[in-house]
C-alpha cells in the first residue's frame, strides 16, 4: 500500500493546520498573563500564530527525568509496570493513550507529600506486557485487577482520556472504596458519549473534527495511520502538546511501541468511541458513567480544564459546574490533550491542593 502522508492526512481530517491555529485563539492565550518580558519577545515576534505564541510564552520545559523505581506485579497472566513512591491513602495516576506513567513525572513529586501515590502503565502500554486486547472489558477487568493486586484501599483516582473512563467505571461500582475523582480531557457528558453525530458536529469546527477523526479510526484508513505509520506517536501526541516536545522524549513512546503489532491495542482506542450506540458495551459504560456523575453526592470530583482543551472544552467545564453536585472545577493553563507535557506544575498543585482540602 502507498505511504500516505500521515501528517497532511491528519490535517485534513482535524480541518485546520498542524499548528492548530483554529483552537488557539487569542482570548486562550490570553487567559494566562505573561510577564512583561515575555509579552515584549512575543510582540517582537509578530506575525506569529497563537499557538507559536503559547510556546513562546512558555520557555521553561518539563524535565524528562523519570526519578521513580520501576515495580512490575501480575495481573491475569501478565505482568503491569508501576511506580508507587510515599505513604498514606493511595493516590492512583490512570494516564490515556497512547501515554504512560511517564507522563506524569512532573506531577507527582507535587503530590507525593501528601500521600502515597502510585501510576501505573495500563496493560498493553508503556513498559507492561502487550496483550492482544480484546475489547474495553478485558482492559477494565486488568485494571479493576490491578487495584485488587495492590490491596488498595480509599483510593483518590487521578485520570485522563481513557484513563478517565476506566477510574469513573471503578468509582461507580466501589464508591465504598474511593476517596475521590479528579479528572482531565475526560469525555463525558454533555458531549459524550456522541449519539447525534451531525447534532455533534453542529457543535463547531473543533467537534467536526473530532468526529471526522473517530470515523476515520474505524475504517483500514486508522489501521494504516496507527499501525503502519505509527501517528499516534509520530504525529498526534507531539501536535497535542503545546510545546515542542523533545525527540528523547518521543523516544521513550517509540521503543514501548516498535512492533508494529502492539500498536493494535492504541488503535482499539478511538474505535471504541461510542457513536450513535455503537460499541454497545463502551455506549453503556459512558451512559452509565454519566448518569453516575449527574446523580452522586457522596463522591467528590473535581475537573482540571484547559484552554482550549480538546475533549473538554471551556462550555463543557461550565456545563459539569452546573449540573454535578459536589464538584469542582479549576483552571489548569494552556494545553491541548496531552496536558502533563504542557501545565505539570498546574495540575500537580491543583491535585496536591484538593487532597489537603478533603483530608
Known sequence: MKKIKSRKLLGLMFSIPLTLSLFFTQAAVAAMPPAADQQEAAQAQEPMSPRDQARALKKARPSKAFPFESRFIEVNGDKIHYIDEGEGDPVLFVHGVPDSSHTWRNVIPHVKPRGRV?????????????????????????????????????????????GAILGL?????????????????????????????????????????????????????????????????ETIMPDFVVRKMRKRELDIHRQAYADPQDRYNLLMFPRMMPIEGQPADTQEVFVKNN???LSKTKTPTMLIWFRPGLVVLPEQAKWLAEYVTNHENVYGGIGLHFVQEDEPDAIGYAVAEWLRRHK
Do not use: C
Open 118 to 162: 502510585i501510576a501505573l502503565d495500563l496493560p498493553g502500554m508503556g513498559l507492561s506486557d502487550k496483550p492482544s486486547l480484546q475489547g474495553y472489558n478485558d482492559l477494565y477487568d486488568r485494571f479493576e485487577g490491578f487495584i485488587e493486586a495492590l490491596e488498595l484501599k480509599n483510593v483518590t483516582l487521578v485520570v485522563i482520556d481513557w
Open 291 to 293: 448518569e453516575w456523575l
Open 169 to 233: 467505571q471503578y468509582a461507580r461500582t466501589h464508591e465504598d472504596n474511593v476517596r475521590g475523582v479528579v479528572m482531565m480531557e475526560a469525555a463525558v457528558a454533555p458531549l459524550y458519549p456522541i449519539d447525534d453525530p451531525e447534532a455533534f458536529r453542529r457543535m463547531g469546527s473543533s467537534a467536526a473534527s473530532a468526529l471526522d477523526f473517530y470515523q476515520t479510526m474505524k475504517t483500514p484508513m486508522g489501521e494504516e495511520l496507527i499501525v503502519n505509520q505509527n501517528a499516534f506517536i
